[in-house]
């Protein structure tokens, strides 16, 4: 296996350790007589569904890219890591539209358990994804620019395989802080 892509799966094993003990916090907090218990009312479950069907298409748009690499479709690859790229952005502007309204509602880190327990979760992953979006975007310069070479595709799988993982950590957030919220 490529040293590339296996330090990349050994820090996605600990940020899966990471993310896992702050779902469990929250999961902790959010059972029936628990903390976060009369919290739902705060998730909004639609708005967030729209942003999150753009991070789960830029999973799409990500392995599309990866065929074009291995068909050595440079255009292609341009193509689909800057649609990957904004699906990934248009995700993260959805959050912190999200976090405007909830602090315009006074929902805040330090207001209530709620805030700091929604706050550190859903900001710890968007700040996966915004390391991700770097990421891909260098990429991106490297293969427009022609310096990204067929034998570095190693480094292209490498972000292949984070930028699943952040989708993938999404679906335990959304399922647990979202849809956990109107079960």
Known sequence: MNRNKTMMLFFIGSEAFFFLALLISYVNYSHPGGTLASTTKYPDIKKTAIFTFFLFSSSLTMELAGARINLNKKRGVIVWLFVTILFGAIFLIGQMNEYAKLISSD???????????????TGFHGFHILIG??????????VSSGKFKSIESTAFKSATIYWHFVDAVWVAVFSVVYIGAII
Not at 133 to 142: F, H, K, T
Request: charged fraction near 5%.
């Open 107 to 121: 929902v805040t880190v330090s207001k209530n358990v709620f805030g700091s327990a929604f706050f550190t979760l």
């Open 133 to 142: 979006l770097i990421i891909l975007s260098i990429v991106l310069g490297l």
